[in-house]
């Protein structure tokens, strides 16, 4: 990999997995090697398998394409001592694919990749009641968090251009919807992939004033968007 995320594998000679494929001075024994045998009438190929064992993380892995390079040496045994008769080298490559998650959740739940909308019914609305939500975010690489309201950071009258403003925390700071239905705000941006259970963004919305409102519903629609840093 291009970075400094890894991936574990291992060689085996069984396909057990019992017996680790290792060269003739790191073993005492036959098992951990791959043997054969010529025949005599002059056989000179023999195909013999080795089991590769690779183990993923329990965490999601940076995306990319994973090598490493083995050197496999082939020896002939001689009344009981090795001798080496041919090196070549053995390429292993294994692509992570690229992963993005975004699901909206209530607040302290865990991600669900079906949960993907909330609504927050103020009811009957009053001036500075809040209510929250969490963003919860899987990505196998860094990732953009962007924000966009329709009315720009206002509830609009379901009748006509009448308005209740409101404020958005996002992890505890301020963010100014102002605009952001025609060029969506960047709330947050995460370097490098997030661990198994997500990245969890906490989101706030609080009522500006309601005294001399027009009485009806209003309401507002949030497109919240997560795409890939990279």
């Not at 080795?50 to 995306?63: F, H, R, W």
């Not at 966009?148 to 100014?176: E, M, P, R, W």
């Not at 963004?201 to 609080?206: D, Y």
């Given at each position: 990999?291009?970075?400094?995320?890894?991936?574990?594998?291992?060689?085996?000679?069984?396909?057990?997995?019992?017996?680790i494929?290792?060269?003739?001075?790191?073993?005492s024994?036959?098992?951990?090697l791959?043997?054969?045998?010529?025949?005599?009438?002059?056989?000179?190929?023999?195909?013999?398998?080795?089991?590769?064992?690779?183990?993923?993380?329990?965490?999601?892995?940076?995306?990319?394409?994973?090598?490493?390079?083995?050197?496999?040496?082939?020896?002939?045994?001689?009344?009981?001592?090795?001798?080496?008769?041919?090196?070549?080298?053995?390429?292993?490559?294994?692509?992570?694919?690229?992963?993005?998650?975004?699901?909206?959740?209530?607040?302290?739940?865990?991600?669900?990749?079906?949960?993907?909308?909330?609504?927050?019914?103020?009811?009957?609305?009053?001036?500075?009641?809040?209510?929250?939500?969490?963003?919860?975010?899987?990505?196998?690489?860094?990732?953009?968090?962007?924000?966009?309201?329709?009315?720009?950071?206002?509830?609009?009258?379901?009748?006509?251009?009448?308005f209740?403003?409101y404020?958005?925390?996002?992890?505890?700071?301020?963010?100014?919807?102002?605009?952001?239905?025609?060029?969506?705000?960047?709330?947050?941006?995460?370097?490098?992939?997030?661990?198994?259970?997500?990245?969890?963004?906490?989101?706030?919305?609080?009522?500006?004033?309601?005294?001399?409102?027009?009485?009806?519903?209003?309401?507002?629609?949030?497109?919240?968007?997560?795409?890939?840093?990279?």
């Amino acid at each position: 990999f291009n970075g400094l995320e890894t991936l574990d594998f291992q060689i085996y000679t069984d396909e057990k997995k019992k017996n680790i494929l290792k060269d003739t001075q790191d073993t005492s024994n036959d098992n951990d090697l791959i043997t054969g045998r010529f025949k005599v009438n002059g056989e000179n190929t023999l195909t013999e398998q080795a089991y590769v064992d690779l183990t993923l993380p329990g965490t999601i892995q940076e995306s990319g394409m994973y090598s490493d390079t083995y050197i496999v040496n082939l020896y002939y045994n001689w009344r009981n001592t090795y001798y080496l008769a041919d090196t070549t080298t053995m390429n292993f490559n294994y692509l992570v694919p690229e992963i993005i998650s975004l699901s909206l959740v209530d607040s302290g739940a865990p991600h669900d990749p079906n949960d993907t909308s909330q609504i927050l019914d103020f009811g009957i609305m009053e001036t500075s009641e809040r209510l929250s939500f969490d963003i919860v975010v899987k990505a196998s690489d860094g990732y953009n968090l962007k924000f966009s309201s329709l009315n720009n950071g206002k509830l609009q009258h379901n009748a006509g251009n009448f308005f209740v403003d409101y404020s958005a925390l996002i992890d505890g700071s301020s963010v100014d919807l102002a605009g952001s239905s025609s060029s969506p705000v960047l709330v947050k941006t995460s370097p490098s992939a997030t661990g198994d259970a997500g990245d969890r963004t906490s989101v706030s919305i609080t009522l500006g004033s309601v005294e001399g409102k027009v009485a009806g519903s209003y309401r507002d629609s949030v497109t919240i968007t997560v795409e890939s840093a990279l």
